[in-house]
């Protein structure tokens, strides 16, 4: 069996809430894919590049954790990876109902293949997400509590500052 799974987001950028999520399912899972969607609709702040090496840098003492990116539907690369699970974190009552929406869609498209799992938020970054962190930059605020160094001082950098 594939004990892989596949963390997809937007990772713009990777904040200590999705951090916390990564290395709960690297404990859990042989293979932690996390795969930053390159979708063109979307004006990031970051680049998929600039979030593919922030995502690497704070991952770099996980072994099983592997960063990538897709564009496209997502059961389309999963299928391509032969991977059935994909994982997506919930922090409050606000993601829940888009996340059954996908995850359900998922599930349907697939034919019943490409399960969803969830994982509840630790407490201490229920709140935290990475329009907070881009909106606390874009006014030079300090966002070391919300973000690694390395990310913090990316967003700096961003910001002019
Ligand atoms: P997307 O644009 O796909 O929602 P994000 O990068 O915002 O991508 O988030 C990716 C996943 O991580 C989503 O499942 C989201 O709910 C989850 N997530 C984001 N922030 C947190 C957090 N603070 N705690 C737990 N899960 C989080």
Redesign the pocket.
């Known amino acids: 069996m594939n004990r892989a799974i596949i ?6 950028p ?5 951090i ?2 990564i290395k709960r399912a690297a404990k859990n899972y042989d293979t932690v894919y996390v795969s930053v ?1 390159d979708n063109n609709k ?1 004006s990031p702040l970051f680049t998929v590049e600039e979030r593919v090496k922030m995502l690497k840098d704070v991952t770099k003492d996980y072994d099983n954790v592997v960063i990538e990116t897709f564009r496209g539907l997502l059961i389309d690369y999963a299928r391509e990876k032969d991977v059935h699970v994909v ?5 409050a009552l606000t ?1 829940f109902e ?2 059954l929406h996908m995850a359900q869609t998922n599930y349907l498209i697939s034919g019943g293949w490409l399960e969803t799992v ?5 407490l201490e ?7 907070t962190v881009r909106e606390i930059a874009s006014f030079h605020g300090d966002v070391s509590k919300f973000v690694p160094e390395c990310v913090a001082e990316s967003l700096y950098k961003k910001f002019g500052y």
């Open positions: 963390y997809p987001g937007s990772f713009d990777v904040t200590y809430g999705h916390d999520i969607l979307k994982l997506r974190g919930l922090r993601d888009y996340e969830f994982l509840s938020t630790d970054y229920s709140y935290l997400s990475s329009t």
